[in-house]
């Protein structure tokens, strides 16, 4: 009883907040706004993502999901946390697991008018709607230059290459693995002018070999014939391209 007589009715507990929503349960997207240059890759066999790119003169580092389960397309904006990182497009990005690694692209400072070429390193790391960014200190005896538009693949579990790409004058066509247990840079073979394109090259790995297309608009189709990662010399085959009439 209080002091007037009366019972004392006990305050209620305010309810606990409800945990976020995992994937499965967040809620859909449409399209994500109209971009260019935005890097795009697979997590997994039913899950296709986008990150950043450009839009209307400004670039973004949005991180969205398609998700192709059972048909249903439905697009996903993932908050991201951790360590910042700038926007970018063009970016070179690999999905290892439930993780994205992402190197290098382009940032445009909107309000100077600039574009500045990337070459850090950052892991976004996947768990329910949730990404966590990590950056990644460059390590190696040789280290990749900062470039946009390159390749990066699995190579093997725990390794990916990174290829080619464009600096601020001219193509690039070295090509690194980066380690992910022990986190270090390995170059597997210098630039070769064989493979010198003058705007870059599209690229990807298939059955042990690099398979690179140039965008000279040649229609030259080059194969490294032989890839030995743990080298730093390799063997070039250019083999000629007809396109069909």
Known sequence: LDEDGNPIVPEEP???PEPEPEDEDAAPLGPPPKRQAPAMTMLSHTKFVIFGGESEEVTLDDFVTLDLKDGSLQWIEHKVEGELFKQRKGAAICAVGDAV???????????????TLLDDFFVLKTKGNVVTAEAIPLKGAVLPEARAFAMMDKTGSDTLMLFGGVNATSAINDGFVFDIATREWTRVFRADPAL???????????????LKVSSS??????????????????TFTSVPYTPRT
Not at 101 to 115: I, L
Not at 218 to 232: H, I, M
Request: aromatic share 8%; net charge negative; proline share 4%.
């Open 196 to 210: 010198s394109t003058p705007t870059g090259d599209l690229a990807t790995l298939h059955g042990g070999e690099l």
């Open 101 to 115: 690694y992402v190197f290098g692209g382009v940032y445009r400072d909107e309000d100077e008018d600039t574009e």
């Open 14 to 16: 305010e309810p606990e």
């Open 217 to 234: 608009g040649g229609n030259r189709f080059d194969v490294v014939a032989q890839l030995d990662l743990a080298a730093l010399s390799q």
